[in-house]
C-alpha cells in the first residue's frame, strides 16, 4: 500500500471503540488486507473497483461499502482521485448493539448482507453518524445515531418491538428534564426504564415524537430562548445547559431557529 498523504484518522474520544478515517482527493492503491473490526464507508467522490473475496464490483459516488470483520478486500480509484470517509467499529462492541436491535442471541453478531449500498435514505443516516462523531458530540447522540444507521441497514433483519407504556417512559423523560445539563449515557436511561437501548429509543420517540437526545436538544434550546431574552452570556448558557462549547451550542440553536443566539438576543435586549 501505498502512502496517502490525503488520508485522515479519528478515534473517537466519547466512544473510543470507534474510528473514522477522511481521504480526500486521493489517488493511493491498496493491496488486497482484512480488518479484525466491521467497516464501512461512502464514496464522496470518483468511481473505483472493489474487489471483496471472489466478488469484483464497480463502485461511485454514493455508493456505500460494506465489509464485515475478516473479510478479504481492496478498493483502488479506477481513473484520477476519490473521496470517501469509511468507519471502524470494533466488532464486539458492535455485536452488543445489534442482539439489542434485532432482541436475539443466537449468534454473536449479524453480517452484512451485501458488500455495498446504494441508498439516499442510509447515506443520510450515515452522514449524521460521521457529524456525531467528527463533533465529538455526546455518547447518547452517537449511540443513537449508530443503532439508527444499523436499523435501516439491517432492516430485513430487525424484530419487530412492542413500544412500552407512558409511566416508564415518564421517568426517563423526568431524568432528562430535571438533570438537562448533563450528558446522560443511554444504557443508563435504558437502565431507568427497564429497556434495552434500542427498544427505549423506539419507545420514546413513538410517545414523544423525538429520540431521547433529540428531546434533550429540544429543551436546551427551548431554555436557552429564555435566558437569552433574560440577558445571559451566551458562554455562560453553553455551560449550565450542558453543551460541549459555545460552537456546540451556537451550532444546535441555529439549526432550529436560523438565527444565531446573538442576534436572536438582540431583538429582546
Known sequence: MQHDASVDFKQSLICPQIELRKAWASTACYHAHSHDEFSFGLIDQGSACYINGQRTHQIKTGDLVTINPNDVHSCNPEQGFWSYRMLFIDTQWLGGLQQELFNRQDQDYFQFLNDFESSRRLNYYFDTLVSSIEEDNSALDIESNLLSFLEHCF??????????????LSRVRDKLLDQIDCNQQLVELAQEAGLSRYQLIRSFKQQYGLSPHAYLLDERIKRSKQMLKNGDTIIDISTRLGFADQAHFQRHFKSRLATTPKAYQSYFL
Open 155 to 168: 432492516a430485513s433483519e430487525v424484530t419487530p418491538i412492542e413500544t412500552t407504556s407512558l409511566p416508564v
